[in-house]
Structures are given as C-alpha cells and as structure tokens.
C-alpha cells in the first residue's frame, strides 16, 4: 500500500490556487458535517470547490494533497494556512488520521457527483473503527473512482525519555514557569502605577514555555497543579499561558503565531490591576456590585494594553483577547457586543485554559475548588455551547481524564501523583506512586498504567491533597 512521502526533496510553498483550492476543500468537509448533501449551503460550497479543482487539474493533471508530519502539502507544495485555516484544517487531518488516511490523489476525471459522495462517505465513517483499507473498499463498492487513498506516513520511532532526561526537563520547565510568572507580576506592578511594560522580558519568557511544551507538554501541565500560590492572579496568567500553548503546538501554529498567542494569554487578566484590591482578594461569593466591577476587566485590559504596551502586532493581538476572553461562543459572557460577531481563535482558546484553570482552583468565581475531572465534565456537558467544540475537545485530549500533577487514589489503596497522560488510553496515566496508608515512600517509582502487566490496577478517584495532609506543591517540585 502506498504511504503519503514528497516527490520532491526540496518543497516549495503552495501558490493562489492551491490555497484556493484547499481551503474550498475543508470547507465542503465542515458544511457536509452540518448539512444533508441536498441543501443550499452545501450546494453552494461544492459548486465553489469544482471550480477551484477543474482550474488546478486542468493545468496539472491528478492532484494529491498530503498530510506529513502534521502538515498538509497540495502537488507536494507546502500550504501556509492563516490561524482560522490551520483549525480547519486539523479537524480534517484529524479524521483521516482516525482512518488511516495519510492523503489522496484526485484524478482529473471526477465530477461533482463522486466528489460529493466521497466527502458524505468520510463524514458518515469519522467516528467508527474503519482502516484505510475498509475505506478503499468502500469506494469502490460506491462506485467512485477517481480518488486514490494514501496511508498514513510510517511513524518514526518514539523518542524514549531516559530518567535523566525527565529530571533535567522537568528541572528546566521549573525554572521557566516561575520565570512566567514574574514577568507577569513585574508587568501588573508597573501598569498598576501606569508605567510603560517592557515586553522583551515577556516575549523571551514565551519563547522559553514554547521549546520547553514543543520537547515536554507534561512537565509544564504538572506545575500548573500547584494551586496554593498567595497571588492567584499572576500563577493563573502562567498556568492560563501554557495551556494556550500547548493547545497552540497541537493545532501547529506557527512559531510568530505561538509566541502572538502565548504573550495575549500571559497578560489576558492584566486590566484586574485596574480594579480595587480587596475585590479580587475577597474571599465570599461575589454579590452584584462585586461582579458589575469584575466585568470591567476585559476592557480595562484591552485599555491598559493599548496604553502601556508599545503597539505592534503583539499588542493587538493581546489587546483583542483581553477583550474578548469571557464573550463566550454563544455570547452570554461579558462584555456584550453591540453587534455580534465572532471572537478571534486565540479569544477562543484562551477561553477554555482560562475557564478550566478559574474552576479548579476555585479562587475566582466560584471561591470553591472542583477536581479538574468534575471540571472537564462541566465544560464538555453543561458549558459545551459556550466553547469552540473542536478545541474543547483538544483541551480534552491534552489534559486527560486525571491531568499531570492531581493527586490520586489507586485501586492497589496507594497514593499516586499523574505525571502524564498515556495517549492510548486518557483514563489510564503514568502515575508517581508516593505512599500508602503506612505512609510516605521513601522512592517514588513510576508506573505506567496503559501497560498490560498493570491492567489489573486503576485510578479510583481524584484526591484533594488538603485532605489527606499531603504537600502537593513539594511533591511536584522535587526531582523524585
Ligand atoms: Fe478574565
Ligand atoms: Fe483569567
């Protein structure tokens, strides 16, 4: 079976009408998702790709377009999506992945019909357990030829981490994350007595988080457990700021892209500096006067960034989510806009990082703390219309059924700290067993759940280490 690989050694970058022609093409898988292959807006949408594809395959003949390495190459030419492209487009590679499709091969005889029924054919097969093979059959039985499936790219041999390896990471993402914060606490400070914020500080901070998520998602996820921090603000802004990121690395965005968004969630909540102290520190339930002032915030932040930050792109960027962070995709957040139009992708991720970090911390809004799995649960059932369903779901998949650094109850009666996430299998993670009811161990050793020698062990429950007398905190700084 032939696998998705270039033809060429050196790729150049996809042109006008290749772009065209992709982007028509995602959008006719979206629209087929929503709507029976009868209706208008798909008509329409199918109308527009035939009209990209006949200009493209009259000139070169058969068309592939590739997925390698997370990229998607049109006539082996590498296609730059803008951000909203790049989602799009990893849904899509999403699905083919599940079925084992690394690309395709258009032919130049296809017609509108087989078209459609090739994209109603993947739509209909997304969620079951068909291999690209099955699916190859299934072409055929529908009579639609002219499409050639690719399997996916041979996966290259997984990169073992050796414990030392693990220490010193888990070291340096420390080192990193406690920058991160500073930073942040430095820029409220001084926008607190409206000075100017150097933001090169911030941008090499951002730079940092992005090599150290890129080489280790876990390592960081973990830090953002620690929950009792005295100035939730300024914890929150970082744990808020890598979760953005490695939503950001998993959708593939681009290094300006990565360091644009990892800077506007570092500084999402910075217009609280605006708002008066005893506020953001009380510690009773919000009454209404109490949230008509918390509501000012996305706009006091918006102002404070355009005033104290030296405008470029940056600046716009994180000026914009500041703004829009709690809109919410169904707009029953704040602020409410006059005319409603849809907030930017990094408003959007932002969103769930920060809504997923206030919840289980408990220190915002709620002033109680819900176990990060009860959290998750909410936002996937009961807050689901209020988030981007596609990148909810990708929070999902990173951050686990037990994310990195919760405390848990093992079936064996032994206390465990997660310290990743097996991508088989989410309810089955790599834990740190840290003691049982005799007490503390001297050694944490590491067991991987997922592995058959260890099927007859399971995660019971998430732990509140307060509970127990556990000092979490020293558990996820220590080099055990
Ligand atoms: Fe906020
Ligand atoms: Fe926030």
């Known amino acids: 079976m032939e696998s998705v690989r270039l033809e060429k050694e050196q790729f150049e970058t996809a042109g006008k009408d290749e772009l065209l022609f992709i982007n028509s093409f995602f959008i006719l898988f979206r629209t087929a998702h929503y709507v029976e292959a009868s209706n208008a807006t798909y008509q329409t949408q199918s109308s527009r790709f035939y009209v990209n594809f006949r200009r493209l395959v009259d000139e070169h003949g058969r068309i592939s377009i590739k997925v390698i390495e997370g990229r998607i190459f049109v006539r082996d030419k590498m296609v730059k999506f803008d951000s909203d492209g790049m989602v799009r487009a990893r849904e899509i590679i999403d699905t083919w992945r599940h079925l084992g499709i690394g690309g395709i091969i258009l032919d130049d005889?296809?017609?509108n019909r087989r078209i459609d029924k090739f994209v109603y054919l993947i739509a209909k097969l997304e969620r079951s357990k068909l291999g690209m093979e099955d699916v190859s059959e299934r072409l055929k039985d529908?009579?639609?030829?002219?499409?050639?499936?690719?399997?996916?790219?041979?996966?290259?041999?997984?990169v073992v981490l050796t414990e030392e390896n693990r220490?010193?990471?888990?070291?340096?993402?420390?080192?990193?994350?406690?920058?991160?914060?500073?930073?942040?606490?430095?820029?409220?400070?001084?926008?607190?007595?409206?000075?100017?914020?150097?933001?090169?500080?911030?941008?090499?901070?951002?730079h940092s988080l992005i090599d150290r998520i890129a080489q280790d998602e876990f390592s960081l996820i973990e830090l953002t457990n620690i929950r009792d921090f005295d100035e939730y603000t300024y914890a929150h802004s970082a744990n808020v700021c890598v979760y953005a990121l490695t939503m950001g690395i998993r959708l593939g965005?681009?290094?300006?892209?990565l360091s644009q968004l990892g800077f506007a969630a570092l500084f999402h909540d910075i217009?609280?500096?605006?708002?008066?102290?005893?506020?953001?520190?009380?510690?009773?339930?919000?009454?209404?006067?109490?949230?008509?002032?918390?509501?000012?915030?996305?706009?006091?932040?918006?102002?404070?960034?355009?005033?104290?930050?030296?405008?470029?792109?940056?600046?716009?960027?994180?000026?914009?989510?500041?703004?829009?962070?709690?809109?919410?995709?169904?707009?029953?957040?704040?602020p409410v806009l006059n005319r409603k139009r849809p907030t930017i992708l990094?408003?959007?991720?932002?969103?769930?990082?920060?809504?997923?970090?206030?919840l289980s911390s408990g220190r915002v809004y709620l002033k109680k703390s819900i176990p990060p799995d009860e959290v998750l649960r909410k936002m996937?059932?009961?807050?689901?219309?209020?988030?981007?369903?596609?990148?909810?779901?990708?929070?999902?998949?990173i951050i686990g059924v037990y994310p990195a650094g919760t405390l848990v109850l093992l079936s064996t009666e032994q206390l465990a700290v997660v310290s990743r996430n097996s991508s088989s299998n989410l309810s089955r993670p790599v834990v740190k067993l840290i003691g049982d009811k005799s007490g503390p161990y001297e050694e944490f050793v590491e067991m991987d759940l997922s592995q058959p020698e260890h099927s007859g062990k399971k995660v019971v429950k998430i732990i509140d280490p307060a509970?127990?007398?556990?000092?979490?905190?020293?558990?996820?700084?220590?080099?055990?």
């Open 346 to 358: 990094f408003s959007r991720i932002v969103a769930i990082a920060d809504t997923f970090d206030a």
């Open 271 to 334: 217009g609280k500096v605006k708002l008066p102290e005893d506020l953001i520190r009380k510690p009773d339930v919000f009454d209404e006067n109490d949230w008509i002032q918390m509501q000012k915030h996305p706009l006091l932040g918006a102002k404070t960034i355009l005033r104290n930050i030296r405008f470029d792109q940056h600046a716009a960027r994180a000026a914009l989510v500041a703004f829009e962070h709690h809109i919410n995709n169904d707009y029953t957040g704040y």
């Open 109 to 111: 005889s296809l017609d």
């Open 167 to 206: 220490t010193f990471m888990r070291r340096a993402a420390r080192v990193t994350f406690f920058r991160a914060i500073s930073v942040v606490q430095d820029a409220m400070f001084r926008t607190a007595n409206d000075k100017d914020i150097d933001i090169s500080k911030a941008r090499r901070v951002v």
């Open 253 to 257: 965005l681009d290094r300006q892209q």
């Open 142 to 158: 529908l009579g639609i030829d002219g499409i050639a499936l690719l399997a996916t790219e041979e996966k290259k041999e997984q």
């Open 380 to 397: 996937m059932y009961q807050m689901t219309v209020k988030f981007d369903d596609f990148l909810l779901k990708l929070f999902v998949s």
């Open 467 to 480: 509970g127990y007398n556990i000092d979490i905190k020293s558990i996820i700084l220590s080099d055990k």
